[in-house]
C-alpha cells in the first residue's frame, strides 16, 4: 500500500516561506509527477514527505497514518537521489542489499531478493563491483535496485535522469514506466523536464513559485490548463499569448488582430482585457491567405516538424508548429489563422475562463 | 633551462636540507659515541655504530617509562577519536539551535595556551588523588586534542555527500548506524589524520606530563628531560633516548601518509 496526502503543508526556511497550501491526494500505485520550475519548491516537497526536512506545518499521511513527525527510517519509502547517493565503499551487491541488511533480514533471503532486483534490472555481472566502476547508466540501476528490494510504500524519485545524456534518458524512462507497471507501487517522481512529466505520469502536479498550480492528468493539463501559467509550462513550443479585449457582445477581439467568437467561453467573465492563447501546433498557416500577416525570421526545421517563428506587425512574435511541413522558409510572407475552438482565454488574473 | 640553472635549485635544497637535518644527524652520532668521544676535539665524525651500550643503559633504568609512554599516547589517541567522531557527527547533521556557536566555541578552548591550565589541573588531579597517573595524562592529552580533533572530523563529515548520508536514513538507518556504517568508513581518511596528530602531540607532550607526574607516570619525555641535570648534562643518553623518542612518530606517520595526504588535500580541489 502506499497512499499519501498531504493536508494543508506548509514549509518556510527561517523567514522564507517556500511551500503553502499544499493538499495532495495521491492514490495507491499511482505515478505522479511533481513538475515545475528550478526554485519552486519540488525537492522540499518531496523531501518532506521522506521525513528528510522538517514540515512548518500541516501533516503528511502514508496511508492513513499521520507521520509527519515519524523519522525517515521509519516511513517505509524509497528514494532515488539526482546524485544517486550509492555508498561507495561497498560493493553493488551490498549497495541493492543494504536497506535488507539494516531490517535484520536472513543473508539467504536478502541474497535472494537482491538477486531478483538484479535480474531485473540486468546488473547481475556488476554485482561485485564498487559504485566508483560504474557508468552512470548503471549506477542509476543500482539506486533503482537498492530502491525495489525493500518492497517500499512508495518510490521517490528526485531528478533520477538529470545527470544522464538524451539517448539513455529515453531508454531509463521507457524502464521506470514498464518497472511502475510491474511493480504496481506508488511512485512520485521530480523533474523539471516536462515531457518525462507528461510521458511518464498518470497525474502531473505542476508547482509554481510555493503553490500547486494544478494537479491533473497529462492530457487535462494540455486541454485544460486551469490558467496561464500551466497553459505555458505545458507543451512544447511553449503557447503562444495575445493581448486580447472583451467586446460588449461577448466576443473576443485580439489586439490588432481578428475577431473570435469562441463558443466555450464563461460568459460571465468575459470582460475587460483578456489573454487569448494558443498552441502552435493548433495555429493554421498559409501562403496565400489568413487573420494575420507575417513574415518568418527563424525556420526551425526537425524534418518531422518545422518550427516557424512569424514576426507579425503589432502583435509580436508567434510561434507556429508545422507538423511535416517542408514549404515555408526563412522571410518568407505567411498568413496565420486561429481556430476559435483552440483558443484558450485568460482574464486579468491569469485564470482560464473556457467552459472545457 | 641550461644546466646550470637547474643544478642551482638543487643544490640550494641540499644545503637548506643539511642545516634542518644536522642536528639530527650528529644526535644520532651521538648515540653511538663513548662520553669521552662525544667531547672529543676535533670532533669523532664517524662513531661505531655497533657501539650499544648508551642504548642498553637507557633502557634497562628506563623501559617502564617508555611503556608509560606509548599506553598514554595509544589511549590519548582511541580516547579523543572516540570522543570526537562522535561530535562531530552530531554537530554536522543534527540540527539544533546555536549549532554554529557550540562549534566555535569548542575550537576557543584551543586557544588557550596549555600551561594555562597546568596548575588547575594540578589541582584537580590531586583533588581526585590521580598525580602522577597514567589516566591523567590520557585524560589530559584527550582532552587538549578534542577541540583541533573535531574540528578536523567535522571538516571531513561535511565532505561526505549529503545525499549519501540521507540515503541512509531513508533505506531505514538510526543515526548511530548511519554513523557506523556510512559516515565512519567515509571519512577513513580524516580519522587517518586526526589519529595522527593526536599521536604526535601525547607522544611528544612534555609540560604538561612535568606538571603532572613524578615517579610512576613519568611519559619519555620527562626522562629525556630529566637527564640534563645541574651537574652534568648526559648527551650520550638524551641523544640515544631522542632516536627512540623520533621512531615511533615517524613509523606511525608512514603507515598513515597515503589517507593523511589525501586527507590533508581533501576539499582543496572541486571534484
Ligand atoms: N535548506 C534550505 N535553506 C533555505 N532555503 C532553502 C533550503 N532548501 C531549499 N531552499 C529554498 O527553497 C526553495 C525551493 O527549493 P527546492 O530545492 O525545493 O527547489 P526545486 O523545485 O527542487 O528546484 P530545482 O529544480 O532547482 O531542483 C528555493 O527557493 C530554495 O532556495
Ligand atoms: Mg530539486
Redesign the interface.
Known amino acids: 500500500m502506499g497512499e499519501i496526502v498531504l493536508k494543508d503543508v506548509h514549509k518556510a526556511f527561517g523567514d522564507v516561506s517556500v511551500l503553502r497550501d499544499i493538499d495532495l491526494e495521491i492514490a495507491d500505485g499511482e505515478f505522479v509527477v511533481f513538475v515545475g520550475p528550478s526554485g519552486c519548491g519540488k525537492s522540499t516537497l518531496l523531501r518532506m514527505i521522506?521525513g528528510?526536512e522538517t514540515v512548518t506545518s500541516g501533516h503528511v499521511l502514508i496511508d492513513g497514518k499521520d507521520v509527519t513527525h515519524t523519522?525517515?527510517?521509519?516511513?517505509g519509502?524509497?528514494?532515488v537521489?539526482?546524485?544517486y547517493?550509492?555508498?561507495?565503499?561497498i560493493s553493488v551487491r551490498d549497495n541493492i542489499g543494504?536497506?535488507l541488511r539494516?531490517?535484520g533480514l536472513p543473508l539467504a533471503e536478502i541474497a535472494d531478493k537482491v538477486a531478483k532486483a538484479s535480474a531485473i534490472l540486468g546488473l547481475d555481472a556488476l554485482l561485485d563491483r564498487k559504485p566508483r566502476e560504474l557508468s552512470g547508466g548503471q549506477q542509476q540501476r543500482v539506486a533503482i535496485g537498492?530502491a525495489i528490494v525493500?518492497e517500499p510504500a512508495a518510490f521517490l524519485f528526485d531528478e533520477p535522469l538529470s545527470n544522464l545524456d538524451a539517448a539513455l534518458r529515453v531508454q531509463m524512462r521507457i524502464e521506470l514506466v514498464r518497472l511502475h507497471e510491474r511493480l504496481a507501487t506508488t511512485m512520485i517522481y521530480v523533474t523539471h523536464d516536462q515531457v518525462e512529466a507528461m510521458t511518464m505520469a498518470d497525474r502531473i502536479v505542476v508547482l509554481e513559485g510555493g503553490d500547486v498550480q494544478q494537479f491533473a492528468t497529462p492530457i487535462e493539463l494540455y486541454d485544460r490548463p486551469v490558467n496561464k501559467f500551466v497553459a505555458g509550462f505545458i507543451g512544447s513550443p511553449k503557447m503562444n499569448f495575445l493581448g486580447a479585449d472583451a467586446t460588449a457582445d461577448g466576443k473576443v477581439q485580439v489586439r490588432n488582430g481578428p475577431l473570435l467568437s469562441i463558443s466555450d467561453l464563461d460568459t460571465a467573465r468575459v470582460t475587460g482585457p483578456l489573454t487569448v492563447g494558443i498552441r502552435p501546433e493548433h495555429i493554421t498557416y498559409s501562403h496565400d491567405t489568413g487573420d494575420l500577416k507575417g513574415t518568418i525570421v527563424v525556420e526551425e526545421q526537425l524534418g518531422s516538424d518545422a518550427f516557424l517563428y512569424v514576426e507579425v506587425e503589432k502583435i509580436g512574435m508567434i510561434t507556429v508548429r508545422a507538423v511535416g511541413e517542408r514549404n515555408f522558409h526563412s522571410h518568407q510572407t505567411v498568413y496565420l489563422t486561429l481556430p476559435p475552438q483552440r483558443c484558450h482565454v485568460f482574464d486579468q488574473a491569469d485564470l482560464r475562463i473556457n467552459m472545457n | 633551462m641550461n644546466r646550470e640553472t637547474k643544478a642551482l635549485p638543487l643544490v640550494a635544497a641540499v644545503f637548506i636540507t643539511f642545516i634542518f637535518t644536522a642536528p639530527i644527524i650528529w644526535m644520532v652520532m651521538a648515540a653511538f659515541k663513548t662520553v669521552v668521544d662525544i667531547y672529543a676535539v676535533p670532533p669523532v665524525w664517524v662513531p661505531d655504530f655497533t657501539y650499544l651500550e648508551n642504548f642498553k643503559v637507557l633502557l634497562s633504568d628506563n623501559w617502564p617509562f617508555l611503556l608509560n609512554s606509548l599506553i598514554v599516547t595509544v589511549g590519548a589517541t582511541v580516547l579523543s577519536l572516540a570522543l570526537a567522531l562522535p561530535a562531530a557527527f552530531g554537530l554536522v547533521y543534527f540540527q539544533f539551535r546555536s549549532q554554529n556557536f557550540l562549534a566555535d566555541w569548542i575550537l576557543s578552548t584551543r586557544m588557550m595556551p596549555p600551561i594555562a591550565a597546568a596548575v588547575p589541573l594540578y589541582m584537580v588531579f590531586n583533588g581526585f588523588g590521580m598525580l602522577d597517573t597514567i589516566p591523567a595524562l590520557i585524560i589530559v592529552y584527550a582532552g587538549f586534542n578534542l577541540p583541533f580533533a573535531i574540528w578536523v572530523a567535522m571538516s571531513f563529515f561535511r565532505n561526505i555527500p549529503r545525499e549519501i548520508i540521507e540515503a541512509a536514513r531513508v533505506e531505514g538507518c538510526s543515526w548511530v548506524q548511519t554513523f557506523r556504517l556510512v559516515a565512519l568508513p567515509l571519512a577513513k581518511s580524516g580519522i587517518a589524520t586526526v589519529a595522527t596528530f593526536v599521536f604526535i602531540f601525547a607522544w611528544n607532550e612534555l609540560l604538561l606530563a612535568l606538571f603532572l607526574t613524578t615517579r610512576e607516570a613519568r611519559t619519555f619525555p620527562v626522562v629525556i628531560s630529566s637527564f640534563s641535570t645541574v651537574t652534568r648534562t648526559y648527551w650520550e643518553l638524551i641523544s640515544a633516548a631522542t632516536i627512540i623518542q623520533i621512531l615511533p612518530p615517524v613509523i606511525f606517520t608512514i603507515i598513515m601518509q597515503r589517507h593523511i595526504v589525501s586527507g590533508l588535500t581533501m576539499g582543496a580541489v572541486k571534484h
Open positions: 521522506t528528510l523519522k525517515p527510517s521509519s516511513r519509502l524509497a528514494m537521489f539526482q546524485s547517493a550509492l555508498f561507495p565503499h543494504f536497506g539494516i531490517a537498492r525493500r
